[in-house]
């Protein structure tokens, strides 16, 4: 019994590698097709003042409009692009885009991912200045996000591209932290304008004590080291109030609206959510 049931694990278990491998292998062979037949979007998702519950800004979220296979995630395919080299391409039309928005809508400002891949490219930073510049679009209007895996390699290249970076105007987001390889160093060392709070934690509040222990401590030390904190994967109006009350700066989660495309983008969050955000303001509460 025993013996069959791990035969078939293992069957299904190479089955399902050799299907991933076949996915991947086919999306890598259509990206290169899907770029120039313009498949790719951003998606656009609310950042909102946990204070006053205006939205602050919005997130750029990739998505492939794929002829087959539909709306494909960044989750199937960012990866992808990185073991193929095809990010530094698609990162730049990330940019390209995004300037477009910000030069052509009354979006004010906005965030855009860059893979590690991306970041540590020789030619990254003055692709992105170029672009940006071409576009006329001001830097201080663009946020980029990047995670703490960026930091590793070589750090004080990183920590040099970095101080250019906002030396230029952009600002600088820790995406994901709390996950991976978080060293608290890290945000004395780099001169972060934002930490994002992984969503991980977010959803753990009120389920796990440590999640709430966590979110606190990072709250605390943002607030210590006079960087902004937001929290990302708000779902319910408990975390929310609970990051309110903590005293979290922003917030970002399908309770405040889901990423979608540009032209309906969320404007206003739910005027619910609104009325028990502005309720509570924040810290005074407390003290
Ligand atoms: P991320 O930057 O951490 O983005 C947050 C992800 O959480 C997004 O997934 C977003 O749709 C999702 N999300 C937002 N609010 C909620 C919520 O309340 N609940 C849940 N369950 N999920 C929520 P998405 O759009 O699938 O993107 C996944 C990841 O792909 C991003 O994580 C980012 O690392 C990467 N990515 C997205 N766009 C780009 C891009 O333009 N360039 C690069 N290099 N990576 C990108
Ligand atoms: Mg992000
Ligand atoms: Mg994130
Ligand atoms: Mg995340």
Redesign the pocket.
Known sequence: HAKNSGRNTYKIFKSGMNELIEKRRALEIDMDAALARGEFE??L?PRVSAVTAKIHSY?????WNHPQRGLV???DF?AVAEVSGK?IA??EW?IEEACRILAGTEVERLS????PL?FRHSDFQHRLGEIVRASGVDPRRIEL?I?ESVLIDDDRRALQILKELKAVGFTIAL??FGTGYSSLSYLSRYPFDAI?I??SFV?NLGLDESAAVIVNTIIDLGERLGIKVVA????TIEQALFLARAGCDEL????LG??VALDERVRTIPASVAVVLTGSSGRTLIE
Request: negative net charge; glycine residues 8%.
């Open positions: 951003l998606f998702q997130e750029a979220l990739l998505r995630s960044p989750v960012v990010i698609l990162g990330v855009i991912n860059v893979s991306q996000e995670t995406d994901d994002k992984d969503r959803s990302e994967g708000v779902e970002q989660g399908y309770l889901k990423p």
